[in-house]
């Protein structure tokens, strides 16, 4: 939460990051998922991950498992708790939150489906020694892509009907 905090204060007012502080954690279930630290919601959050990657994308989950790679360390915790801002611009980081307060938390898990379906069209180019480099590099990258892609499946209903499936499957719905 601290670096949420100074993140937001770097290129806030006091008054407008404070606001923005309280909106982004008082008011959306997974930010409170996150930091109450509710661990059997945790684990229902790493197995939406795991789920999302094995039904939807078989071969980069093999080639992820293949090389023991922690898809809720590196994906989940790097992501969701700084609400992206470690991870992208704070622009960049606006465009998402924008789209969970429009359409709440399973937004999160529609931007990690955009995010590995990227991943999966450049496997090939996975250095499987530097994974998580590599998988920052191929996100920053084509991070316009994979907003459009969040934005092209939260109008599909084959994709919403699935991923509601496993929300509800976790108790996340």
Not at 83 to 103: E, T
Request: aromatic share 18%; with cysteine.
């Amino acid at each position: 939460m601290n670096f949420l905090a100074i993140g937001l204060l770097s290129v806030l007012s006091l008054s407008e990051a404070f606001i923005l502080f309280c909106n982004l954690v008082l008011q959306k279930k997974f930010i409170h998922f996150t930091y109450l630290v509710n661990l059997s919601c945790l684990e229902s959050v790493s197995n939406v991950l795991k789920d999302i990657l094995e039904i939807f994308f078989p071969e980069l989950y093999r080639y992820l498992k293949d090389n023991d790679f922690n898809y809720w360390e590196t994906i989940w915790l790097e992501y969701v708790p700084a609400m992206f801002i470690n991870k992208f611009s704070l622009q960049k980081s606006f465009i998402i939150w924008d789209y969970i307060f429009l359409y709440d938390f399973p937004v999160i898990f529609q931007f990690f489906y955009s995010m590995f379906w990227m991943i999966s069209q450049k496997i090939k180019e996975i250095n499987p020694n530097q994974i998580c480099k590599e998988l920052n590099r191929i996100v920053n990258d084509n991070f316009k892509h994979i907003i459009e892609k969040m934005i092209d499946i939260h109008f599909s209903n084959s994709y919403i009907c699935k991923l509601n499936k496993i929300l509800k499957s976790e108790k996340l719905l």
